[in-house]
């Protein structure tokens, strides 16, 4: 039986008028370059007068409701993808997937244990010999019919990805989507000239990769791990998050119907125990995971001493530091958008935010004004923000963080007073001032919409701050003065270092983390090395 799976949007206000309608407008053409993140839809206030008139205007202007209509059919109950086909897992068991925007179960689906594991080995075993011994532009051709049939179901898959995860529609519809068809797009290119990017070498594929994604970017991070895979010739078993597997099962489709040889792909559901035994399987030749920290370490644990090859792409507690001298309005919006993009379920948020002395009153004094207009609600609706928290697990541990951040001694700011939807798994986005190093919310990885700000003093005090932690995923500089940046970006132990901008992806550049947030990189040239033999 199909579902109906766009619901229109409830939002208790509404004011359908043509004020809203131009709101509306004002937030199109204030949407940043990617199309991420909308401004205010009432100008941000500068003084207090501003200030006061917007507050004195909240409840009487509100976003008229703007629910993403289009129809995406969910089947009841979901097989495993093997050897090409969709098949009952062996034991028969299944769980539930749910829309965490409102607590609704979407679909049945299966549950592989190490017998379907092992059957999804085989068909990949079986598939090896001729899917790597294909001329590399054969493959690239399976590869750009893929992106492309991506770009022609974009749409369904925005929703569907939004309705499993809790995402904002704009946003699975302007960055996760487009991203994904353009990790198949770009190793496409590769398949082809893979002797290039190892010059003087004879690349060959590892052989049968088994690939664990997280549920934070349930398809892209599928498009991260299986693009560069096949690119290079190897089979794969991918398993998705347990929360988000429905565009993962989408996407299984789109490689029947692109007629990928059975077995090349397999795609197996399931939770941890599923996970381990791909990991512990003897027939796998390669294992990549991204996820938590602690997963990662029981991973490695797991293939040490075997010939499997491993890349780790793990937690992060990334530093976003603003100088005195920088653009402090556009800054701001890089906070926003550094630690409040997909509710801060982000490996790569910027979520410890160190301010220069001089400026701090100025940046939390805008940074809660601009926290106040975003909007926090129905995901499927397009002027949301901050969609749902992707499970009732995640968001009890995001409140365990909240109230261990105000026992520590730091100060909660989390404005906003329009009412949340009654059901589903939401939380307010807020930072906390008065926060010290050693506060446990400036030191572990939270995954949620929360901030904590702290200061420093001068570049290398920002420095020493930045990177006093065992992560090393990614880093934030704002400033004027190229020099500055340079030193700064040079001295940040962090895979990633944005400047002037956050949170900013693409599949040509390399992604991945230094320390604990594990080892290997993801896209661009650097990619390929985890996906080939030299
Ligand atoms: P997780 O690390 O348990 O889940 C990630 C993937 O690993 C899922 O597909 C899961 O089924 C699988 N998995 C779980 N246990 C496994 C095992 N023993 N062997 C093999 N695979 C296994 O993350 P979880 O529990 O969903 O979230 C907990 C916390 O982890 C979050 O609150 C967040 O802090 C962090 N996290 C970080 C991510 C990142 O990208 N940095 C992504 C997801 C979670
Ligand atoms: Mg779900």
């Known amino acids: 039986m199909a579902k109906s799976a766009a619901k229109p949007a409830q939002r208790t206000k509404s004011a359908a008028s043509a004020t809203a309608a131009r709101q509306n407008e004002t937030s199109r053409n204030g949407a940043n370059v990617n199309g991420q993140r909308h401004a205010a839809g009432l100008s941000v206030a500068r003084g207090t007068p501003e200030r006061n008139q917007r507050d004195s205007l909240a409840g009487i202007w509100d976003y008229a409701p703007a629910p993403e209509t289009s129809k995406v059919t969910i089947a009841d109950r979901y097989g495993l993808f093997i050897r090409g086909k969709f098949t009952e897992p062996r ?12 607590e ?5 689906i299966a549950e592989a244990d190490g017998a379907d594991v092992d059957a999804a080995v085989s068909a990949a075993r079986e598939a090896l010999p001729r899917w790597s011994s294909l001329p590399g532009a054969e493959r690239g051709k399976f590869l750009y019919r893929i992106a492309r049939r991506i770009q022609e179901r974009a749409r369904e898959l925005a929703i569907l ?8 529609i704009k946003e699975s519809r302007d960055v996760d989507i487009p991203l994904v068809a353009q990790h198949f797009f770009y190793h496409a290119g590769w398949a082809d000239k893979l002797q290039y990017a190892f010059p003087g070498r004879s690349p060959r594929p590892i052989g049968v990769c088994g690939q664990i994604i997280p549920w934070n970017f349930p398809l892209l991070m599928a498009a991260w791990k299986l693009a560069p895979a096949l690119a290079c010739g190897n089979t794969c078993i991918l398993k998705p998050a347990e929360t988000t597997s429905l565009t993962a099962l989408r996407l299984a489709e789109i490689f029947a119907e692109c007629e990928l040889p059975p077995g090349v792909v397999n795609i197996v559901t399931g939770a941890g125990a599923t996970g381990a035994a791909i990991v512990n399987h003897a027939g796998i030749d390669k294992i990549a995971f991204t996820g938590s920290t602690d997963v990662g370490k029981k991973i490695a644990m797991a293939v040490a001493g075997t010939s499997k090859r491993l890349t780790l792409e793990l937690g992060g507690k990334s530093a976003n530091i603003i100088f005195d001298d920088a653009s402090i309005d556009q800054a701001v919006e890089g906070i926003i958008e550094g630690i409040y993009f997909n509710q801060g379920h982000v490996c790569c948020a910027g979520s410890r935010l160190f301010v220069q002395e ?9 940074l809660r004004i601009r926290l106040a207009s975003l909007r926090v609600g129905d995901p499927l609706d397009k002027n949301t923000d ?12 995001i409140e365990g963080y909240l109230r261990l951040g105000a026992d520590e001694g730091g100060t909660l700011c ?12 939401y939380c307010r986005p807020c930072f906390f001032t008065g926060v010290q190093p050693s506060h446990t919310i400036a030191r572990e990885e939270i ?6 700000v702290m200061t ?8 020493l701050r930045a990177n006093n932690s065992p992560y090393g995923l990614a880093a934030g500089v704002w400033t004027d003065k190229g020099s500055k940046i340079l030193e700064i970006a040079r001295k940040l132990e962090a895979g990633v270092v944005w400047l002037n901008t956050y949170n900013k992806f693409d599949a040509a550049s390399p992604f991945g983390g230094f320390k604990e947030s594990g080892f290997g990189r993801e896209g661009g040239m650097h990619g390929l090395r985890a996906y080939v033999e030299v």
Request: without cysteine; glycine residues 12%; hydrophobic residues 40%.
């Open 104 to 108: 609704e179960r979407l679909s049945e």
């Open 161 to 168: 990805e939004t309705i499993d995860g809790g995402k904002p």
């Open 386 to 397: 901050v969609g749902a928290i992707n499970s009732r697990e995640q968001l009890t541990k």
């Open 358 to 366: 001089g400026v701090v009153s100025e940046v939390v004094r805008k």
């Open 91 to 102: 034991a028969g068991k299944a769980f539930a997937t749910i829309n965490p925007a409102n």
């Open 447 to 452: 995954f949620g919409p929360v901030l904590a």
């Open 456 to 463: 420093f003093r001068t570049p290398e005090e920002a420095l």
């Open 414 to 425: 989390q404005p906003g007073s329009a009412a949340l939807p009654k059901k589903g798994f």
